[in-house]
């Protein structure tokens, strides 16, 4: 089985920063895209970053600028750098990965249980 756990979330002021992990166990051939999502109290979940295998990265433009996404493919771990942060930013932040656990099978989706960011003062 493959789990992907997350971790870092917690209570921040304003114009503070937090650093996100995803980390992926378990039987692990390759993970493809790896995207963080979030949601707030109330809203539809949203896209927030994604990063290929090859360490490319689109961000939505709520965030652009603010985080940065990242990767090591040999930890298995994706990690959320988020500075500058806003109250808007307050969400349950999820990992979603596209992976395969062996090479003759085909890739699957999979998602953490999520990590609580809390921006306020």
Not at 39 to 64: L, M, T, W
Not at 76 to 104: F, G, R
Request: hydrophobic share 35%.
């Amino acid at each position: 089985q493959v789990q992907l756990v997350e971790s870092g979330g917690g209570l921040v002021q304003p114009g503070g920063s937090l650093r996100l992990s995803c980390a992926a166990s378990g039987t692990i051939f390759s993970i493809d895209v790896v995207r963080w999502y979030r949601q707030a109290p109330g809203k539809k979940r949203e896209f927030v970053a994604a990063i290929s295998n090859g360490g490319s990265p689109g961000y939505a433009d709520s965030i652009k600028g603010r985080f940065t996404i990242s990767r090591d493919n040999a930890k298995n771990t994706v990690w959320l750098q988020m500075n500058s942060l806003k109250p808007d930013d307050t969400a349950v932040y999820y990992c979603h990965a596209i992976l395969k656990q062996h090479n003759n099978r085909p890739f699957t989706s999979y998602w953490g249980q999520g990590t609580q960011v809390t921006v306020s003062s």
